[in-house]
């Protein structure tokens, strides 16, 4: 079966500190996907990465990085000098050969000025 | 570019009422379409998918449906709404050279 946990609920920092939201996932799959989507309070989820199972290279974006692990089953998501406009709901998800694409539960992040 | 609609935006319905609510996308041929609930404070829950006219795969047994009646519409219905049924409701679609999902802004229901 395959699953996706995210273990940190809620995470609140203050502003400029470096936040690490945790993804751990399982599957028998050799092929699959993950991913991160940000919901912010308007709730749209926003497409952030998509990495391939083959792939392990650590990707940076800005402020953003992701730390995939196939070792470990994780693909860890890093954003350096948090800002308020980070405040949201962070999802993880997983997709293999099927169409169907399972979601973990969510971190919410709160930056505090 | 492609975009993805959802409407209506809110609805507010009686337990009993029927619900249609509809997705389109844009820009776009023969899309996988997805629909999605998120309860208050949860995760995403996948309803039904689709990868074609007609073609409906069903995730969850409920009193909710899907079709598919065109290429780029994808439409979530019920004959008799329960109050479980409040959430906020996500269409998505992949994109054809890639499989990320996009998803459209939502229909956040509340049934009384």
């Known amino acids: 079966a395959q699953k996706v946990t995210q273990a940190q609920t809620e995470i609140s920092v203050v502003e400029k500190e470096d936040v690490t939201l945790d993804c751990v996932y399982e599957t028998r799959d050799t092929t699959y996907y993950l991913f991160w989507y940000k919901q912010p309070p308007s709730g749209e989820l926003v497409f952030l990465i998509r990495r391939n199972s083959f792939d392990e290279q650590n990707e940076i974006s800005g402020r953003y990085s992701w730390n995939f692990q196939k070792s470990t089953s994780s693909f860890n998501f890093t954003i350096t000098a948090s800002q308020v406009v980070d405040s949201a709901v962070y999802f993880c998800a997983l997709a293999s050969g099927t169409y169907k694409y399972i979601f973990g539960t969510g971190t919410r992040l709160k930056v505090l000025a | 570019s492609q975009t993805i609609h959802q409407w209506p935006a809110t609805l507010v319905q009686p337990v009993g009422s029927p619900l249609s609510l509809e997705c389109t996308v844009e820009g776009t041929s023969n899309p996988n379409l997805y629909w999605y609930r998120q309860a208050a404070g949860r995760g995403l829950q996948l309803l039904f998918y689709?990868?074609?006219?007609?073609?409906i795969s069903s995730e969850v047994p409920q009193n909710l449906s899907a079709s598919r009646p065109q290429d780029r519409q994808f439409i979530l219905s019920s004959k008799k709404l329960l109050l479980s049924d409040s959430g906020f409701y996500l269409c998505?679609?992949?994109?054809?050279?890639?499989?990320?999902?996009?998803f459209g802004p939502g229909t956040r229901l509340t049934v009384l």
């Open positions: 689709s990868v074609g006219i007609g073609q």
């Open positions: 998505a679609w992949i994109r054809g050279d890639g499989n990320e999902q996009f």
